[in-house]
């Protein structure tokens, strides 16, 4: 991967804020295309976001929001690289952050739906396009840094209950880990992303560390598997519920993301979540489905049958960097 100082010419404004620890570097689009001004890097901008985002060399992050807000006409776009340098097809928890920038910019009331449509790219500049690409819901202020905001997630495009079936046992029996035995249902979820949704049996989330969820993560990613249960390279969001529990208040989950591995927090995997119970449940979840995730708790409930997930919106530290 080549130095940060090969993609920027002047120095580069950024903020960093989290979403439950899921942690991003928000960067205005007008000042990105300043800081690589007379260079061609922008067209290089993935491989220069994958480099913003490495732990140890770069300043460290989960994915890199870019954004822009047109004064005139109030269009707000937005688009998102994950750490490996993809463009995000969706995230929630960036999302949040985007709703407390905007909010605290004071872009924003914070309380009327707004449309944020997908930032298109060209060698030289970011544009918005016609496309929309999120509708952020409201946000507060908590504290100087804190906000708590909600955003829209769209509704499940495809989903595909009862993938644990018999055959798949059977067909996994030889060769299958003995953790097998503790998961009670798999679902596919479309939403803008694909996911996996692996429930637990009530009791065996605790018996699980993040090396063992890493490498049901992998099993699950695995072309084999994939091919298997007929889906697309997912996220494998587990999830520890009893359905039948009408009074379960918080529900434990994690999420092994593609291209990211296991993350602290995952709004879209969450969503994901709710859709997969709502089925296997028959419709019985609760009408705010909160979710415990290593980096902090998220609520997902449905409005006018749209996925909403609130959580909270850090914002962590304000820099102008320059790249040496």
């Known amino acids: 991967m080549k130095p940060l100082e090969s993609f920027f010419t002047s120095a580069l404004k950024i903020e960093k804020w989290h979403g439950a620890e899921n942690d ?8 990105l295309e300043f800081a690589v001004e007379n260079s061609s ?9 994958a480099a913003l985002c490495q732990r140890n060399t770069g300043l460290g992050a989960d994915g890199v929001v870019v954004w822009t807000h047109d004064a005139i006409t109030k269009k707000t776009a937005a688009a998102i690289w994950n750490s490996d340098g993809s463009r995000a097809q969706t ?3 960036a999302l949040r952050c985007l709703a407390a920038v905007l909010l605290e910019n004071k872009l924003w009331n914070g309380t009327s739906p707004l449309e944020v449509h997908e930032l298109d790219e060209s060698s030289t500049k970011f544009s918005a396009g016609v496309r929309t ?15 708590t905001a909600a955003v829209g997630m769209g509704t499940a495009i495809a989903l595909r209950a009862g993938l644990l ?19 009670s249902a798999l679902s596919f979820v479309q939403l803008a992303n694909p996911h996996l949704v692996v429930r637990l049996k009530p009791g065996s989330f605790t018996n699980f560390n993040n090396e063992l969820f890493c490498e049901m993560g992998r099993y699950f990613q695995s072309e084999k598997m994939c091919e298997e249960l007929g889906i697309p390279l997912s996220n494998i969001g587990f999830i520890e519920a009893d359905p ?8 434990n989950a994690i999420v092994y993301e ?3 591995g296991l993350t602290q927090c995952c709004g879209s995997g ?32 449905e409005l006018d049958n749209e996925l909403i997930l609130s959580g909270p919106a850090q914002k962590i530290a304000r820099l102008e960097a320059t790249f040496l």
């Not at 890097?41 to 976001?49: C, D, F, R, T």
């Not at 690409?133 to 906000?147: D, G, K, V």
């Not at 529990?245 to 529900?251: C, E, F, I, S, Y």
């Open 270 to 301: 969450g969503c994901a979540m709710r859709v997969a119970l709502k089925e296997e449940s028959n419709g019985s979840v609760p009408e705010l489905l909160k979710l415990r995730m290593p980096g902090g708790v998220i609520a997902i409930s």
């Open 244 to 251: 039948q529990a009408q009074n379960t208040n918080v529900l």
């Open 91 to 93: 995230c929630g928890n």
């Open 41 to 49: 890097h922008l067209q290089s901008w993935p491989e220069a976001a």
């Open 24 to 31: 991003f570097l928000f960067v205005n689009a007008p000042d």
């Open 258 to 260: 593609r291209g990211a």
């Open 133 to 147: 690409f999120a509708c952020l819901r409201s946000a507060i202020q908590t504290e100087s840094s804190e906000f």
């Open 165 to 183: 079936t018999a055959q798949t046992q059977r067909l996994n029996a030889q060769h299958a880990p003995a953790w097998m035995q503790q998961i």
